[in-house]
């Protein structure tokens, strides 16, 4: 009923750069939010980012001020501009909806299949 798709992942240097994209797509009604998370090897799911339909935006305290998320205007798709990347942050990142689709009437947790971020020099 939510497909999310997301790309951007790669080999990034220490200090440098990568925007991450997920892809909303589905018969979807409504969105409550949309959030990046990461899980690193042997670590537990943990939330980096959220953007809500009501405009609120969280970060989680070690990516302050180094990670934006963002959308289109259409919820199509969701950003993550990541900057001033450190090795800490390598982890496999998922884009996560909080969305009403198909002929629910109430909002259900959906997952992409994630995407690789590795900082290395």
């Known amino acids: 009923q939510v497909q999310l798709v997301e790309s951007g992942g790669g080999l990034g240097q220490p200090g440098g750069s990568l925007r991450l994209s997920c892809k909303i797509s589905g018969s979807i009604r409504h969105i409550n939010h949309i959030a990046w998370y990461r899980q690193a090897p042997g670590q537990q799911r943990d939330l980096v980012a959220s953007?809500?339909?009501?405009?609120?935006?969280d970060y989680e305290e070690s990516v302050k001020g180094r990670f934006t998320v963002s959308r289109d205007s259409a919820w199509n798709t969701v950003y993550l501009q990541m900057n001033n990347l450190q090795p800490e942050d390598t982890a496999v990142y998922y884009c996560h909806a909080e969305a009403m689709a198909g002929g629910n009437y109430y909002h259900t947790h959906y997952w992409g299949q994630g995407t690789q971020v590795t900082v290395s020099s």
């Open positions: 953007i809500a339909s009501t405009g609120r935006i």
